[in-house]
């Protein structure tokens, strides 16, 4: 890569690292099949010194090895130097893993190191710094086609449509029949304790009878919330996992969502909290509602080894400390075949015909949950369901609890909820930080295997943060304001104009940037809310932002459209410090778009090759596009 952003010495800016593999281009990527070989070819102008140049590589905490790249030719004033490595010699028996290597530049008695700025680009330095990644995985590692160029829509169940159909409340809960007005009960302050028993009655009827809206927005996979029984309107402290909350409508509603939306083309994705239960289970039962002997009441309950007491029965593990959310212990092969084998629950939904699962807190489950888990996933499906783990970092290199994680080596997960997407779009859309997108997008897609970027679960927003719209509108998210003033806390008008901007730019890059875009229910809407619970609002069916509904739906035309952002490649054209532009090109077929953004004050001007049309609203464009300031432009080549 070449170094002309990230330079530390101006006399290294034509220094050029690049990676071949199957005779193609891959200086962008750092995850290869098992079995696979990479060509290293090393560029150095001559008037450096350099004597030698050397790879250094260890396996995640290895040993370092010392591979010495061949001089090849030279032209003009150019050093080539070239490496093969065999990824099958590297793993050996393993067939993956995860590697760290840097690039030495040896003059004399002085070397010279890199250090990777986003794991393609990198600097110079006078000593050993930042490695680059390269991680190996298993060579028939593939995410489910039917994913890729797909859009998904993310349904908290309970506020998103009270439909027609038999549902029964349980004795404990209360309705709040308020759906336009009604706010959602929360905590005088962050962290303290809350029943959450009270629910505005959306269901799964409602998801059926909405369907034909969602269809009208190109959605062709719904994520739901947690659906099974529970004692809270979130239904994260699961009490049954054999039973649909009856407030939901049950199996009945539930076979007939997944008739309609598979009569339609549409997939469904379920929550799949599998490493906490509530206390309030049949499972625990500390509340004594289940005829069942929890592990609460007696250390010879069943249950007993499904949980970790420190001293019986009040003192034991929980989800971070929560005491409603007993934690699951996953050493017990009882409690995590329960879950993960054949005839388990995730097999037993997959066979009700659910498309796949989103596993909360994917972090917290162990190694051979999620290998046994991918397994019978698989198996049960053929390859076709799809494993999403909920990971706010970059999941290659992600250490939870001491330990590295093997998300992606190829048996335990397809995709991961792409937090840092949303951590760059704010960065660029908040402070007009170009550099700081383009670093994380670069980071991610030369971390990640490509089938991976692919299926990337690509959000502005979710459940548990701010509604993008309100972040975007007032950039402080209610800081040191109570839940009660922040309870009834809307935009101004002004700043809700520009947010109102700023989020159709978000949303652009959402539906053009590697991945599948997931959209938080009621955004396309302009739903505001600070967090949780506030960005759990019921949908305002009637009272929607058209202007925004529309852009959005003009968005999911677009995608369908465009075989790029299926599976085309994506890489970015120029940045400057507050705009940047990047393209998806199918390289097969021929189709190409170029996407720009710009959050500075002048004017961000591209020149271009070939003739371009605005792929929103046809208008043509040729030799150059010019995008205004707190603008976006999306061109498709013609």
């Known amino acids: 890569m070449l170094l002309s952003n990230h330079t530390a010495l101006e006399s290294d800016q034509n220094i050029k690292i690049e990676k071949k593999a199957n005779g193609k281009d891959a200086s962008l990527l750092g995850a290869f099949a098992y079995g696979e070989e990479v060509v290293f070819s090393v560029k150095v102008p001559r008037r450096l010194g350099v004597a030698a140049v050397v790879l250094r590589i260890c ?30 010699e590297l793993c050996g028996k393993e067939e993956n893993g995860l590697f ?68 029964k409340l349980r004795e404990d809960a209360i309705l709040n029949e308020d759906w336009e007005k009604g706010i959602p009960q929360f905590a005088k302050k962050a962290g303290d304790p809350l029943s959450n028993n009270v629910f505005f ?22 994520y739901l919330s947690p659906l099974f029984e529970s004692a809270s309107n979130h239904r994260y402290d699961t009490a049954d996992y054999e039973k649909i909350d009856d407030l939901l409508g049950g199996e009945a509603a539930f076979s007939h969502l997944i008739k309609e939306a598979h009569a339609r083309g549409m997939k469904v994705i379920i929550d799949g909290v599998f490493n906490h239960t509530g206390d309030d289970s049949k499972y625990f039962n500390r509340r004594k509602h289940y005829d069942t002997v929890g592990a609460y009441q007696s250390p010879s309950s069943p249950y007993a080894d499904w949980y970790t007491f420190r001293k019986f029965p009040d003192d034991y593990e929980a989800w971070w400390g929560i005491e409603i959310m007993p934690r699951l212990n996953h050493a017990s092969e009882n409690c995590r075949h329960y879950f993960t084998g054949k005839d388990g629950i995730a097999a037993k939904m997959l066979r009700a015909g659910a498309d796949g699962w989103r596993l909360d807190v994917a972090d917290e489950l162990c190694d051979e949950f999620l290998d ?79 089938t991976v970027s692919n299926a990337l679960m690509n959000l502005l927003g979710t459940h548990d943060t701010e509604r993008i719209l309100t972040l975007l509108g007032d950039t402080t998210a209610g800081a040191g304001k109570e839940n009660a003033e922040l309870a009834n806390l809307r935009l ?26 997931s959209v938080y229910y009621g955004d396309e809407a302009g739903l505001e809310g600070y967090h949780d619970p506030f960005c759990r609002m019921p949908f305002p069916w009637g009272r929607e932002n058209r202007d925004l509904t ?38 097969q077929n021929g189709d190409s778009l170029i996407v720009a953004a710009n959050m500075g004050s002048d004017n961000f ?34």
């Open 59 to 88: 396996p995640d905490s290895g040993d370092d090895r010392d591979l010495p790249l061949t001089f090849c030719e030279h032209d003009r004033s150019v050093d080539t130097y070239m490496l093969t490595l065999s990824t099958a």
């Open 100 to 167: 760290f290597y840097e690039i030495l530049f040896l003059r004399g008695f002085h070397t010279l190191f890199t250090d990777s700025v986003n794991n393609a680009d990198f600097r110079l330095s006078e000593h050993s710094a930042n490695r680059f990644r390269l991680l190996v995985y298993a060579k028939d590692f593939r995410t489910p086609a039917w994913f890729h160029g797909g859009i998904m829509y993310h349904i908290f169940l309970d506020r998103f449509f009270r439909g027609k159909g038999a549902v």
């Open 201 to 222: 009655g959306g269901n799964l009827w409602g998801v059926a009878q909405k369907l034909d809206y969602l269809q009208s927005l190109g959605v062709t996979v719904l």
């Open 372 to 450: 046994e888990l991918n397994e019978t996933v698989k198996t049960e499906s053929n390859g076709e369901a799809i494993l999403i783990g909920e990971v706010w970092e970059n999941a290659v290199d992600k250490i939870a609890y001491g330990k590295r994680r093997s998300y992606f080596r190829g048996h335990q997960l397809d995709s991961v909820m792409n937090y840092p997407f949303r951590n760059a779009v704010i960065a660029f859309l908040q402070n007009g930080d170009a550099e700081t997108f383009v670093n994380i997008l670069t980071e991610i897609y030369a971390t990640y295997p490509v």
């Open 492 to 517: 101004s008008p002004k700043a809700r104009k520009e947010a109102l901007v700023k989020i159709k730019i978000a949303s652009a890059l959402q539906f053009t940037v590697y991945g599948v875009p």
């Open 550 to 587: 529309a852009h959005y739906r003009a968005l999911g035309q677009m995608r369908k459209k465009h075989s790029a952002l299926k599976d085309g490649i994506f890489r970015f054209l120029c940045h400057t410090e507050n705009a940047f532009a990047f393209e998806r090109v199918d390289e």
């Open 605 to 638: 001007v591209l020149s271009l090759r070939g003739a371009y049309r605005n792929a929103l609203t046809s208008a043509p464009v040729c030799r150059s596009l010019t995008v205004k300031p707190s603008e976006f432009v999306i061109l498709e080549k013609i």
